[in-house]
T-cell receptor
C-alpha cells in the first residue's frame, strides 16, 4: 500500500523467542496502529501511537510492546512469542485519528509461532 | 450479514448482478462508519464512509445505507464484477475515538 510498508511479510518463529515487526510510513501521519486479524474476529487493536514516544494500549495488548522513536516508524515487539500470537498483523496510519477516511493499512505480516 | 461467529458469512452473486452486504453495529453512540474491502493477502482498503447525520451515501458503483434505528449498515455494489470478490467488513467509530471492526462477509462473484 502506498505510503506504508510492513516488514517482514512472513515470519516463522519458535515459542519463547522475541520477535519485532516493523511498520514504516512516508505520509508523516501522526497516528499509527497495530492490529491483529484472526479467523472469527474482526481486526483487534493491540497498541497505537499518537505521536513520537506517545503510545497507548488497545484491547489485546498483553504480551506485546511497542516503540515509536520517530514519526515514520512504529515497532511491535513480542517479548516471548507464544502460539496464541500466531496471527496476521496489520499496521495502519491516519492523519486525524481516522475520522477522515479511516485508516490506511499496510499489507500485513503473517506470523507463525511454532 | 456479519457476525462474531467462527465462520465467515458468504455471499455468491452472478457477474453483473447487484450485491448487498449487511452489517449490524453495536454502539448506538457511534457516529462514523466505514466499509472496507480486503482482498486475499492484502490489507483492508477504504471503500466508502458515512456519518450518522446521513442515511445514504453513494460512490462509484457503491452505496452505503445507514439505519440508526436498528443499528444497521448495508453496502450495495452495483453491477458486481469479478474484481469485487473479496472480504468486506464494516467499522464503527465509537467510544474513545476507536474503530471497531466487524468480522466480514466473503463475496464471491461468479463469472
Amino acid at each position: 500500500d502506498a505510503g506504508i510498508t510492513q516488514s517482514p511479510r512472513h515470519k516463522v518463529t519458535e515459542t519463547g523467542t522475541p520477535v519485532t515487526l516493523r511498520c514504516h510510513q512516508t505520509e508523516n501521519h501522526r497516528y499509527m496502529y497495530w492490529y491483529r486479524q484472526d479467523p472469527g474476529h474482526g481486526l483487534r487493536l493491540i497498541h497505537y501511537s499518537y505521536g513520537v514516544k506517545d503510545t497507548d494500549k488497545g484491547e489485546v495488548s498483553d504480551g506485546y510492546s511497542v516503540s515509536r522513536s520517530k514519526t515514520e516508524d512504529f515497532l511491535l515487539t513480542l517479548e516471548s512469542a507464544t502460539s496464541s500470537q500466531t496471527s496476521v498483523y496489520f499496521c495502519a496510519i491516519s492523519g486525524q485519528g481516522g475520522r477522515d477516511y479511516g485508516y490506511t493499512f499496510g499489507s500485513g505480516t503473517r506470523l507463525t509461532v511454532v | 450479514g456479519e457476525s462474531v461467529g467462527l465462520h465467515l458469512p458468504t455471499l455468491s452473486v452472478q457477474e453483473g448482478d447487484n450485491s448487498i452486504i449487511n452489517c449490524a453495529y453495536s454502539n448506538s453512540a457511534s457516529d462514523y462508519f466505514i466499509w472496507y474491502k480486503q482482498e486475499s493477502g492484502k490489507g483492508p482498503q477504504f471503500i466508502i464512509d458515512i456519518r450518522s447525520n446521513m442515511d445514504k451515501r453513494q460512490g462509484q458503483r457503491v452505496t452505503v445505507l445507514l439505519n440508526k434505528t436498528v443499528k444497521h449498515l448495508s453496502l450495495q455494489i452495483a453491477a458486481t464484477q469479478p474484481g469485487d470478490s473479496a472480504v468486506y467488513f464494516c467499522a464503527e467509530n465509537g467510544a474513545g475515538n476507536q474503530f471497531y471492526f466487524g468480522t466480514g462477509t466473503s463475496l464471491t462473484v461468479i463469472p
